[in-house]
Nanobody
Framework: QLQASGGGLVQHGGSLRLSCVPSGLTFSRYTMGWFRRAPGKDREFVASIRWSSTTHYADSVKGRFTISRDNAKNTVYLQMNSLKPEDTAVYYC???????????????????WGQGTLVTVSS
């Protein structure tokens, strides 16, 4: 029910914007999150945005990535700037309806997941 897009190959220092469109959900009620899984690593939290548009970021992406949502378009975005090779991963969007602040970074707090989109940053 979540369709993520926008991944691709980009050079170190470049930018990409990911999009995620949920279907079958009352979008405005959901906290939306982005996670990523790098080769050989566990899935990790990247950013989240609550229904109130309050945002949270992993320390590794603060100041470089921006999460936003457009409730009229039922879309959540992840603008990624100053990309580094260590940002290479499959990026997943996720949606959760009742997520408390202390669990925002936990994958199991989210109810729905997209299929992932690959981001590759070359050095």
């Amino acid at each position: 029910q979540l369709q993520a897009s926008g991944g691709g190959l980009v050079q170190h220092g470049g930018s990409l914007r990911l999009s995620c469109v949920p279907s079958g959900l009352t979008f405005s009620r959901y906290t939306m999150g982005w996670f990523r899984r790098a080769p050989g690593k566990d899935r990790e939290f990247v950013a989240s945005i609550r229904w109130s548009s309050t945002t949270h970021y992993a320390d590794s992406v603060k100041g470089r990535f921006t999460i936003s949502r457009d409730n009229a378009k039922n879309t959540v975005y992840l603008q990624m700037n100053s990309l580094k090779p260590e940002d290479t991963a499959v990026y997943y969007c996720a949606a959760g309806e009742r997520i408390i602040l202390s669990t925002l970074t936990r994958p199991n707090a989210y109810d729905y997941w997209g299929q992932g989109t690959l981001v590759t940053v070359s050095s």
